[in-house]
């Protein structure tokens, strides 16, 4: 039985967050500081449940959002927004201005942020009011994109609602800007990336689908790119994505993965460019992709074989050429995967958790943990942490041989994706966030 070495990580992945520190405390974006959904920090909790002394606190966050904390020093932020209140009339083919009758009593989106000592919430901020919302499906939010926080600074997007820039001493907002508008169809999901002086900002909607970039101090536009592929539909539904980007190493070069409906672009970060595309059908992608191995791995939502390594060195169309494996059994439509060297680990929706070899594609395990998973899982020194949407939450050794190590029920649900601070696990359920660490 191979043990996987825990200390060293063959990854290499590529870091933009500018001035990120220490990893511990810090959990700067969708996925953490490595923006994979791995950490370095080792002595967290294995063992706990709601009423444990292993909760060291308990905070409720009224509303519904399925964004996931982010984390600077000894504040934790999330967005959040009511419970749905869709627009009178409002069907999912509908967008605002098809009839619907505007609110009396805007959707309040916000960003509040908690003291990671004791979590006390510290900042309400109100980023915008939404009198004329559109549609957006039972299973999902108004505030579904995870922020991007740095010193000084958290970037909160809302898709079509608007992205704001906020001072996280004050809870002052910097910047706003509501130029970038799609028909999200059922909700926004996408999670802004920084790198450098600039904010990536993904919108795969009904009606339009393209990248932008906005400068990060001033919030103005600097390039929109369209992604101009062959859909070979004209079904908006089956264009929709919900996908966040990744800067990639490729030979050399730093580019910005960005999959969607059918295919994923390569862009030069500064200027929207295309470098390369590979096309893999499927639609509604939601993972982040992965680093690692020479490789970058892309899972494309919904589709026959829509996982697929990829050799990043390349230019214009790399599908027959640049494709090291493909996959389709087992492979999530939401949660994204993790890649610990040369293993690469997946928890499907329907709560099937797999084991692959990532040079090869191979499956070495899989089992059934019971539930239905959205949230993306957590990987800390040597174990995966899994929440379901019924409250579980299901720790598991990482190895080539399924170990279920622990697992409990909270009362309420988990969509947003667990993370680290400190040597603290943040959780956030769907009424609640939790601050859960060993005691001595």
């Not at 290499?12 to 520190?21: P, R």
């Not at 009904?206 to 101090?217: G, P, S, T, W």
Request: proline share 6%; aromatic share 10%.
């Amino acid at each position: 039985m191979r043990t996987v070495l825990l200390a060293v990580f063959s990854l290499t992945v590529s870091l933009v967050a500018a001035g990120v520190q220490a990893e511990e405390g810090y959990w700067n974006q969708f996925r953490g500081p490595h923006a994979n959904g791995t950490s370095t920090v080792k002595g967290l909790p294995l063992k706990f449940s709601e009423g444990s002394p292993e909760v060291v606190w308990k905070t409720e966050v009224k509303g519904r959002a399925w964004s996931s904390p982010v984390v600077w020093g000894d504040q934790i932020w999330v967005t959040n927004a009511p419970e749905i209140t869709n627009p009178e009339g409002a069907t999912n083919q509908d967008s605002f201005s098809k009839g619907a009758k505007p609110l009396e009593t805007p959707i309040r989106l916000s960003a509040v942020c908690l003291d990671l000592k004791t979590g006390k919430v510290t900042h309400d901020v109100t980023v915008s009011e939404v009198f004329e919302p559109q549609y957006t499906h039972p299973t999902n939010s108004y505030a579904s994109p995870t922020p991007w926080i740095e010193e000084g600074r958290i970037y909160v997007h809302f898709g079509a609602y608007g992205t704001a820039c906020i001072d996280t001493k004050t809870g002052k907002k910097i910047w706003e800007n509501h130029e970038l508008k799609c028909h999200h169809w059922r909700g926004p999901g996408s999670s802004p990336v920084v790198y450098g002086d600039l904010i990536f900002l993904t919108f795969d909607g009904y009606d339009k689908q393209f990248i932008a970039a906005l400068n990060k101090n001033t919030g103005k536009l600097v390039w929109k790119r369209d992604r101009d592929v062959d859909y070979g539909t004209d079904n908006g539904d089956r264009k929709k994505a919900y996908s966040t980007p990744q800067i990639v190493d490729a030979g050399g070069r730093e580019v910005l993965v960005s999959p969607f409906a059918m295919a994923t672009i390569a862009y030069v970060p500064e200027t929207g460019e295309p470098v390369w595309r590979v096309f893999h059908g499927g639609m509604n992608a939601g993972s982040r992709p992965l680093v690692g191995n020479g490789l970058v791995y892309i899972s494309a939502g919904s589709g026959a074989e829509s996982l697929i390594a990829v050799d990043p060195k390349g230019q214009g169309d790399i599908t027959k050429t640049n494709i090291k494996w493909r996959a389709g059994r087992m492979v999530p439509k939401r949660p994204s995967q993790v890649l610990v060297g040369d293993r690469y680990y997946m928890m499907e929706d329907g709560g099937v958790c797999s084991c692959l070899n990532a040079l090869t594609g191979e499956v070495i395990w899989a089992n059934r943990v019971a539930g239905a998973y959205w949230s993306s899982p957590l990987y800390a020194d040597g174990y995966l942490y899994c929440c379901s949407q019924d409250g579980k939450v299901a720790v598991i050794k990482v190895d080539d041989e399924f170990e279920l190590v622990h697992e409990t029920v909270f009362p309420e649900g988990f969509t947003a994706s667990p993370i680290v601070a400190g040597h603290s696990l943040i959780l956030r359920s769907n009424s609640y966030i939790y601050r859960i660490a060993k005691q001595d």
